[in-house]
DNA sequence: TTCCACACTGCGGATGACCACAATTGCTGC
DNA sequence: GCAGCAATTGTGGTCATCCGCAGTGTGGAA
């Protein structure tokens, strides 16, 4: 899996080596990249971390670039960049689900401290998205009829009922729902509510 | 309960009056009042609908009252509107969970746009949290004990080894269990799980 | 003191859940 | 055709759940 790096995009250099340096010193590993276009071709489904985007760059700019990655189903928080960030824009960018939206000159404790609660936000991103990604691999071994079974069962019918409703004998009906139980790793139907459901308590 | 409304907080007459026939004739139902002090002053927790609030103001400004509001637990999603508003300010509003932040001269579509959506979202918010209001209640008839062996079946363990755990007889735990479905007004512990999660599927 | 809510316990029976063993049907791929 | 998977069903038995009936003990409110 790659690392976590705060990916920085900008295309003025003087500004890239500023930013490695101030978070290198913070202890935040980084990358950078010279234009959105060469961030965007070395980018993959697994990069982790945030990304720090300029706006204003001399091909494509950052918030274009940010709306390719919205099509890619990026999952890293972006912080934006700007100069001359005008108030529709940031609106705009935030709403679409930018993580922040700052101003130059920013302050460099200020920057350092969006980062690192946009990596640690990753962070917990990725562990719950791994959690749900081995309940779909789970939930994929399961047959069309288990999930149907299982979705009755999830509903707290009786087996008698579920069997009644899908037309099939009882005794049908606890075959599945055992084998549901043993695919999904799980040995009541409780526990398999709690996991199918979000975390709560 | 208090009908939905687009609370128009605006010290200033003339836009009041724009806005409250601008969404009259949308049919969006308004009140306007002409200074945050005076909203603020007969703001109820079962106020419904969304706040249009101006940020420069006489006296109060549109911040300090929102900010107001998220003290008193306000619910209802607030939509701001400048003259002179700067990224920092109108990023630090939405990043604390403002809906919206316009600037003048708006169009009168999108911001007709923007109040209705947010009153469909306050609405949205409204008949979830009715349905936790329910839960609260019957959580709240329950006693100590009961409270305590419901977490318990929750993670799906046999009346038995609740039993052990909690050092009484398998008996009390079943009449425990018993008298929480009731109380609760489910009839199995999948039910019960599935009230208690957020919705799903 | 009396009343009541709460927690606790035992017994026995009805019903549901779970499981091992055993088997049939139909469809797919080699 | 044969192997393999999915879906189906039955028998018989064990374990868990649910419930009514019956009763004890404690602490607080009237």
Redesign the interface.
Known sequence: MNPPLAHIVDDDEAIRDALTWLLRTRNVASRAWSSAEEFLAAWQPDFHGCVVLDIRMREMSGLECFDVLLERGNNMPVIFL?GH????M??GA??KGAF????KPFDDNALVDVVIRAMESDARRTASQEAQATMSSRLAQLTPREIEVM?L????KFNKVIADELNISMRTVEVHRSRVFEKMG??????L??L???G??
């Open positions: 700007t960030g005008d108030v529709p940031a609106v935030l709403k922040d939206f700052l101003e979705h069962v999830l509903t707290g799980v040995r009541s139907a409780v526990e509510a709690q199918l459901a979000p709560r308590d």
